[in-house]
């Protein structure tokens, strides 16, 4: 009987937990940590919209960035740091290796940012290995280009085409 009992309390909070991580996504109304994100293309500002790939397989293959950090400031790293009411949404890239990336000036933003971009425009750089699990430049041939996150501890190694 008390086996029983114990069986059927499992099941129950088994239940209700993935009742409340459902209804979690499906209420939020902002982004979560781990979402996918893409790029707004051809707009004049830079415009970075989540994907919500966590459910999505399609989303996940076709994702630029990477809900990192939601907080009024991002981990140590080289985030895509995107204000948004009182907080920033801190974005990491997607990279595979191949991936390209090019510097751009948006009207919104103070300084150049680095979107992925067409392998032959001018000054562009290319993914050449992604360590997971390590926020450690070093391990980069080239680290002045390279990219690194603490959070998920990512590091993108990259060197100019």
Sequence with gaps: MKLNLLVYGLIGALVLGSVFYIARDLLADGPLVGDCATQVKNVTELKIEETGCRSSKVSMSSAEFEVGEIDTTCPAGDYLAVPRDDEKTCYLFRASVGACFVSKDYPNTGQPVLVRGDCKAPGARKSVDVLHD???????????????YSEPARTICMDKL
Excluded at 134 to 148: G, H, I, M, P, V
Aim: aromatic share 6%.
């Design 134 to 148: 390590t926020f450690d430049k070093s391990r980069c041939a080239n680290k002045e280009l390279s990219l690194a």
